[in-house]
Structures are given as C-alpha cells and as structure tokens.
C-alpha cells in the first residue's frame, strides 16, 4: 500500500533529523522523507498537521501472559493495547507457562504474535530450563527460533556457578543476558525498605539486594566478556555502579520503568495495591538519580513494564497481592512528560523510547528510524490532546495502574507496522 504522511514534525533521533517534513510509503518501507519523488501516486494521503511523525516506538518490557496465563492478559488484548499506545515492537520476558526454554515454544508464541497482525514480538529465551537456575538451555536452538536474547525475567539466578556459565557461553556466541539485578535474599520484601515500609509494617527490600546483584554481574562480566542489559534499574546507588562500568569500557546497557522514573514509595499510600510494582517503588532520591541518568545516557531506554494482574491477585492485602501494572498505552505519554518536566527535551524523551531500545536490539543493521528504506514502522501521535487515564477504558486486559485518574498529555492518533495502519484514533 501506498501512502503519504503530510505535513507532520518528523522526529527521528536515529538520524538527527527534526522537521516539518512529508514522508512517502511504499511496500512496507519508507520510500522518502521530504522531497517526494515524481509520479507517486498514494493510496491514501494522512493529513499529520500539528502531530508527531515518530519511528515506532520500542517497548524492552511488557508481559503478554500467554501462553499460561490467560486470565491476566492474551496476546489479542496486550497488542492491540501495544499499537494503541504507539508501539509497533516489544520484548517479552520467558516467564510464561510453559516456559520459553524450547525452540517449538518460541516459535509458536511467534506464530500467534504474526498472525494478530499489530504489533512485532521479540522474546526473551529462558537461561536456564524451566527457570529453575540449574541447567542451561540451547541458547543457540533458541535464537534461531526467534529470541533476541535471554532472561531469567524476576527469577533470580541463585548459582553463581551457573550465572557464571551462562555468561561464558552468551560470550562465545555473542548473545546479551537480560538479567534483573536483584539479591535473591534480600529480595523478598515488597516495598522500598525505609520509613514508609517501616511505617506500614510490610517487609522492605534495600537498596543493596540491587547493588550486590550488579556487584556480582560486572565482576563476571569482566572474566567472560558477555554483554549484560540491566533490567529496570531502580536505585541512586545502582545508578552510579552502571555510570562507572560503562566508563570503564563494559559492555552493559540497562533500562528503567515508567514507574520508577516517575513515582516514589510514597505513591503506595495506603496499600494501594496498584502500586506494588517489581522492583518496588523507591525514595525520591533515587527517582532523581534515575531521571538525570536517563538524559544524560547512562541509563539507555525507557520501557512500560507491562505487567497484567487479574483484580483477584490486586484485591489481597497489600504483601500478598501481586506485583505488576498495565502500562503500555501509558509509555508515550509518560515519556514525553518526563522529557518536559526533567529538562532533558523532547528529541531525549522520544530516543528513549524509539531510536535507543532499537539501537539495543539491532545495533546498526540496515536503515534505520525513518531514513528512505527502512521499515515502516510510524507512530503519528498528537502532542496536545489530553485525556484522563480512565481504567477501565485501557485496552488492555489488566486494568490496574497507579496512574488511573492522572490527566495525560499526548496521545497516539494513528500506528502504521510494515506500512500497514493497525490502529486509529476514533
């Protein structure tokens, strides 16, 4: 199909272009950005006055549920919140029931995601079987099956050997470990430990089950030579460990959530359920910490952390519901306003979420961004529509977030995947 986007501000930090600018689709990639080529006749003209010509963005966090678990989310409901939101690409933890530990699992899930025809899926593969931190998986069988790399997604790796292990054999055949720092002893808590969780008498979890976890992770990272990302960082201190590994030349990326750049252990109030979140809710120090590491790079990319609940795991008492909150079609948004609000600016806040996490997944393979050939995967988004973050209205099947009742500012308007438009504003 043919189209031609018009006047629209095309952003692409891939690039580093920024400007009112048209853009021409053709076969599913992007024929030209400006000067359009004589006798190109489109199909269909978008009229993107007063919007955002984005790359589609690109989401390292969000739970599907299925296979396993299709009372708190199904790939139909979570996809089709994806491109709602503006994002046309997403990485799955292998936490599902079964676990991705099999090449015929991997490539089912991926058959399922293609034939929804929204958004494109790219799984984390499990370490090791069964997520049960003894055996390795074929991490070679799996990769060819479709995963881009591999996790033990909230189940900590208690074996160093095995940790170990892992590392070497990702090194040998250049895969990443995606790995959430946490100690698995001092991880149990379910709130930040400090005057708040002390205050509503529930177990904390400090600031050093994070650190001791990086602590581990570089020093193997040093004798293997592995690449590591970091999964949501949460604290000021792991900040300042990731900034002095990367000046020291480690291969190391790592991301943070919506949740942790934007609310504090205070936002739990009282019990609020919403906002029992993995890693928990810290001190607003360290969401400063966090905040400033975004803009200046130490910390790569911005992710939803999407993570369904049904309403009977939320209704239990605080320490026993469970973690998670939708956040998909909040990633845009909540993006954009961090960039306002921080100072780090609009081209920032859109890399984070579009150029950086792609950049993370596909290095420089091919045309990137919106430049003439590559694909063309577009978010037209408009920067000055408000609208109020109505649960219930969410796409997704999970309708717990602890941004409900929040007024928003920016909103898809329409998400084109390969050229195709899957989803448009009503």
């Not at 992007?30 to 006798?39: D, E, H, T």
């Not at 806040?349 to 996490?357: G, K």
Request: proline share 6%.
């Amino acid at each position: 199909m043919k189209l031609l986007i018009t006047q629209g501000r095309v952003i692409d930090p891939a690039n580093g272009f920024d400007a009112v600018a048209d853009l021409a689709l053709a076969d599913g990639v992007v024929l030209a950005r400006g000067a359009i080529p004589a006798g190109f006749t489109p199909e269909r003209t978008i009229d993107a006055r007063g919007c955002l010509v984005l790359p589609g963005l690109v989401d390292l966090a969000a739970r599907l549920r299925e296979p396993g678990y299709e009372h708190e989310g199904m790939l139909a409901s979570e996809l089709a919140a994806a491109v709602a939101g503006g994002v046309t690409r997403l990485v799955c933890p292998p936490d599902t029931d079964p676990v991705l530990d099999e090449p015929g699992l991997v490539e089912m899930l991926c058959d399922r995601a293609r034939k929804q025809q929204r958004a494109r899926l790219s799984p984390l593969g499990a370490i090791t079987r069964g997520l049960a931190g003894e055996v390795l998986t074929e991490m070679v069988a799996l990769t060819e099956a479709g995963c881009i790399g591999f996790g033990q997604a909230d189940v900590p790796l208690t074996n160093t050997q095995v940790m170990q292990r892992a590392l070497q054999y990702a090194a040998t055949f250049g895969y990443t470990l995606w790995l959430h720092p946490q100690d698995p002893g001092l991880g149990k808590g379910v709130a930040a430990s400090g005057a708040l969780a002390m205050r509503l008498g529930v177990p904390g979890v400090p600031v050093a089950a994070e650190t001791i976890a990086i602590f581990t992770l570089l020093e193997l990272m040093r004798s293997s030579g592995a690449r590591v990302h970091l999964c949501r960082l949460s604290s000021a201190a792991g900040v300042a460990l990731v900034r002095a590994a990367k000046r020291e030349g480690l291969p190391l990326s790592c991301d943070v959530s919506i949740n942790s750049l934007h609310l504090c252990d205070v936002d739990i109030g009282y019990f609020d359920t919403r906002a029992h979140l993995c890693p928990p809710l810290r001190q607003s120090r360290d969401r400063e910490a966090l905040s400033a590491a975004l803009a200046d790079g130490t910390i790569d990319a911005l992710v939803s952390d999407h993570t369904p609940v049904d309403n009977d795991a939320k209704m239990k008492p605080f320490a026993q519901s469970e973690p998670g909150a939708s956040g998909i079609e909040l990633l845009l948004p909540l993006a954009l306003q961090w960039g306002q609000t921080s100072g780090a600016g609009l081209g920032r806040a859109i890399e984070v979420v579009t150029a950086a996490p792609a950049q993370l997944l596909d290095g420089n393979a091919g045309p990137r961004g919106l430049a003439p050939g590559a694909r063309a995967d577009i978010c037209i988004a408009d920067p000055a529509r408000d609208w109020l973050v109505n649960a219930a209205a969410l796409r997704s099947q999970s309708k717990h977030t602890p941004f409900a009742g929040q007024v928003m500012q920016a909103r898809a308007r329409l998400t084109l995947v390969d050229g195709r438009i899957v989803y448009e504003a009503q």
